[in-house]
């Protein structure tokens, strides 16, 4: 049943996940179960399959020390010789504690998967060859699903009569420029053969050994993979492209059997090389082509001050401070938002725990709805749900201290 | 609103190949007021620009991979060049060389703040959306993001730290430049406003600050105020004015 076939379905938590599937990932959903089950219940395919394509895989290659994350539709030279490291199974008991609601679909699996599924449907016929061409391997094949997608639901909700939602589709399906939250992003097209090559690729079942046709296929680009570097796998990287003589002279094939690291495809290695020529050949900060407008005021203080020479320092300390300043305080906020979180995930559990085993009535909304002062942060003089919590039952915010104590 | 204000100065204010790499906040939150929006739609939107954040954020992770190590190699072969010596001849080049670190840097951070500004969207629009339609759709989906490579920030901020540490150690200010005072800085700041990377991290401080300091919707799990360890002295020196029109491409 392709994609179009099956209209956008509602209030079903199959169509919950076939949706969130199709919106993210290319696949059809076939017959296989396996497929299915695996998009709904990540943490038990994982586990059971763990060294599927469609994992996201941490690999340690030969040298012992360079260790990248995979996340790959399975080259033709895939081993089984995948080794977990011990973040993966960190990864393995989030999987397993996480994915339970139907809404919330992909994880890291998933989004692996993603690119897998585009990657084996991306055969000769595929029509984003051109697409692939750029660096980065799933974006731009991922940019057309979403944009297909969106038009797709487009299509659906523009015919039932909600001006609203008719509206936005539109703004967003023509990017005309007076919306400007998504004037840079690029105007959604539509490739219309293109879900129809999903759909006639069975979708990859979950096993190492596969053999998808895609993946003989000579043109590695087809191969749609993202892979996570690493420093120590880049390290490995450039050690080989320097026994093999240089940036320059060192080809994709070469540096791929030096590293020998298992799940590393040639086209990764492809498109690595090629970032590395350009890093090292054009050695800016930033590799945009902004980088020259950027540091021009820069250069034109440099050329000035190149006298005193200090102001330039000073300006650069005082960029340097403020960077720093906003690296701190972004980590102390991520603390915080995991503690928030995890603080939440705990209560609703209890929470959940005390429904099931008391009955539905006493959910426990507190009747003292004052909110907290906008100042007065830092009381826990909590027992309190703001009435906005109070009516959902179902996400109790707090009967603790509203928000974590910190000292920030 | 106050949010959808604030991230929409955040993209302006962001590098310009970034700009298209945000969360569609707005659209998001106009969405949700719609009938015709059912939960699979609102998932699949929310996952699909999950992808694009991971796209461009896994990108952009290699990218400073690489340019990680290149710096490490410019910095060792200048300071063999310099030796020990407090030579007038190099100091171009350091100069320059501290400048492309800074800049780095600078970029890194960025990148994190890209990533939480995403998530943070995420948590609201999901709140949102919870709220306007009586769903429990925040709390699962926040978890599966929690386990996204975009925000995954461990590696981007451990360079980042690095490089904070190897500023204060290779790159120390002598003696003569800390007499200068920073009675020029005021100058100097105000020109290097100019510079995209500052410009942008300068605002990501702000709007943190005025995103943290308070809202009507409150809860446990909203933030506290930003504590920056005196905040005013950073910035206060700080001016950067009605916008210039920078020149991006």
Redesign the interface.
């Known amino acids: 049943m392709t994609m179009e076939a099956r209209p956008v379905q509602r209030s079903d938590s199959r169509e919950l996940s076939n949706l969130a599937r199709t919106s993210s990932i290319p696949s059809t959903p076939n017959p296989s179960s396996s497929s299915d089950a695996f998009m709904r219940s990540e943490n038990t395919q994982f586990m059971s399959k763990p060294l599927g394509q469609q994992t996201y895989h941490l690999l340690s290659s030969s040298n012992g020390g360079a260790v990248g994350h995979i996340c790959s539709s399975s080259s033709s030279g895939f081993s089984t010789n995948l080794h977990y490291s011990s973040i993966v199974s960190h990864e393995k008991q989030h999987y397993a504690s996480g994915s339970s609601s139907n809404a919330a679909l992909s994880n890291d699996s998933s989004w692996c998967s993603d690119s897998l599924h585009g990657g084996f449907l991306d055969f000769p016929e595929n029509h984003q060859a051109s697409e692939i061409e750029d660096g980065v391997i799933g974006a731009g094949f991922d940019d057309i699903q979403k944009r297909n997608d969106w038009h797709e639901w487009a299509d659906h909700l523009i015919t039932d009569e909600d001006p609203l939602l008719s509206t936005n589709w539109n703004d967003l399906l023509l990017e005309t420029s007076s919306n400007s939250d998504s004037k840079d992003q690029k105007p959604l097209q539509v490739p219309p053969q293109q879900p129809q090559i999903v759909q006639q690729q069975p979708s990859p079942s979950v096993s190492v050994e596969l053999r998808p046709v895609g993946t003989t296929s000579s043109n590695s680009n087809n191969v749609k993979a993202r892979m996570r570097w690493t420093p120590e796998l880049h390290e490995a990287f450039v050690e080989a492209v320097n026994s093999l003589g240089g940036s320059e002279r060192a080809t994709p094939k070469g540096v791929l059997k030096l590293m020998k690291v298992d799940g590393l495809t040639i086209y990764h290695v492809k498109s690595h090389l090629q970032k590395y020529r350009t890093a090292r050949y054009r050695p800016e900060p930033s590799e945009t082509g902004s980088s020259e407008k950027k540091l021009t005021p820069l250069e034109h203080i440099t050329s000035l001050d190149l006298k005193g020479g200090m102001g330039i320092t000073e300006a650069l300390r005082l960029q340097m401070e403020v960077q720093k300043q906003l690296h701190e305080q972004l980590e102390i906020q991520r603390n915080l938002q995991l503690r928030i979180e995890e603080q939440g995930k705990y209560l609703q559990m209890m929470f959940e725990k005390q429904n099931s085993g008391i009955g539905k009535g006493t959910a426990s909304t507190s009747d003292s709805p004052s909110k907290s002062e906008h100042g007065d942060k830092k009381t826990t003089d909590s027992k309190e749900l703001t009435p906005e919590e109070t009516r959902k039952c179902q996400e109790p915010e707090s009967p603790q201290p509203k928000r974590p104590k910190t000292d920030n | 609103m106050k949010f959808g204000k604030r991230i929409?100065e955040q993209?302006q204010e962001s590098?310009?190949?970034w700009?298209?790499k945000f969360l569609?906040?707005?659209?998001l939150k106009?969405?949700i007021?719609?009938?015709?929006?059912?939960?699979?739609?609102f998932?699949?939107?929310l996952?699909?620009e999950?992808?694009?954040f991971?796209?461009?954020f896994?990108?952009q992770?290699?990218?400073f991979?690489?340019?990680?190590?290149?710096?490490q190699y410019?910095i060792k072969r200048l300071a063999e060049k310099c030796g020990d010596n407090d030579d007038e001849t190099f100091?171009?080049e350091i100069?320059?060389m501290?400048?492309?670190?800074?800049?780095?840097?600078?970029?890194m951070?960025l990148l994190?703040?890209y990533s939480?500004i995403n998530?943070?969207g995420l948590?609201k629009i999901l709140k949102k959306y919870?709220?306007r339609r009586?769903g429990?759709?925040?709390?699962?989906?926040?978890?599966?993001v929690?386990?996204?490579?975009f925000f995954k920030?461990d590696?981007v901020?451990r360079?980042?730290?690095e490089w904070?540490t190897t500023?204060d150690a290779v790159f120390p200010?002598s003696n003569r430049?800390a007499e200068?005072g920073?009675e020029?800085?005021a100058?100097?700041?105000s020109?290097?406003a100019?510079?995209?990377?500052?410009r942008n991290?300068?605002a990501?401080?702000v709007t943190?600050r005025e995103m943290?300091?308070?809202?009507?919707?409150?809860?446990?799990?909203?933030?506290?105020?930003?504590?920056?360890?005196d905040?005013d002295l950073?910035?206060r020196?700080?001016h950067i004015s009605s916008p210039i029109p920078?020149?991006?491409?």
């Open positions: 929409k993209i590098l310009p190949e700009r298209d569609r906040y707005k659209e106009n969405l007021s719609s009938p015709s929006l059912t939960e699979s739609i998932v699949g939107l996952n699909a999950m992808e694009k991971n796209a461009f896994v990108e992770e290699e990218d991979i690489i340019h990680h190590k290149e710096l410019r100091r171009e100069g320059e501290r400048k492309d670190t800074v800049n780095f840097h600078g970029e951070v994190v703040n939480n998530y943070t948590a919870d709220k009586g429990a759709l925040r709390s699962p989906f926040i978890q599966k929690l386990h996204q490579p920030t590696l901020s360079l980042a730290r904070e500023m200010m430049e200068r920073y020029r800085s100058v100097a700041s020109a290097a100019g510079e995209g990377i500052f991290t300068v990501a401080l943190m943290r300091r308070g809202s009507s919707t409150y809860s446990a799990f909203s933030l506290p105020p930003v504590n920056l360890s905040p950073v910035l020196p700080i920078i020149p991006y491409s």
